[in-house]
């Protein structure tokens, strides 16, 4: 793909931003879950890896060498696991309380994948043999 390097940054890029949208809400306590915020939960900062995978893939998309876009795979697909961890952690029900997905916490998986597809198609030019 000719814009794959492009797309992969536009969607790392997405990535940091989608990590400041509300990801899931708990109406019975009225908290609302980020990934940087998570009130009064036990969660932490749960995009917080999403963030530093997010710019470590953005920082290896631009480096034009071999290595750079065979770590990125790995960067990327570790991004997406935490992704699906996030969701799995964030969205089930805990002693009878179900919090409610927002539109975040599945932009979230839809952008890291984004990220991911983007990894295995690498714009770079290799030595021709003769």
């Keep these: 793909m000719k814009h794959a390097q492009t797309i992969g940054i536009l969607a790392a890029l997405a990535v940091i931003g989608i990590c400041y949208m509300p990801w899931v ?13 998570s009130g009064k939960t036990s969660f932490g900062k749960p995009g917080l890896m999403n963030i530093y995978l997010s710019v470590t893939a953005l920082i290896l998309f631009i480096i034009p060498r071999l290595w750079s876009k065979r770590i990125n795979v790995f960067i990327g697909a570790i991004n997406f696991a935490w992704a699906i961890r996030n969701i799995i952690l964030l969205s089930t ?4 309380e179900c919090p409610q997905r ?6 979230l998986l839809a952008a ?18 003769n």
């Design 25 to 37: 809400v708990i109406d019975s306590k009225q908290i609302i879950v980020t990934g940087l915020s």
């Design 93 to 96: 029900c805990q002693a009878g």
């Design 102 to 107: 927002q539109a975040g916490i599945y932009l």
């Design 112 to 129: 890291t994948l984004l990220v991911q597809l983007m990894t295995f198609f690498p714009k770079i030019k290799l030595p021709e043999d």
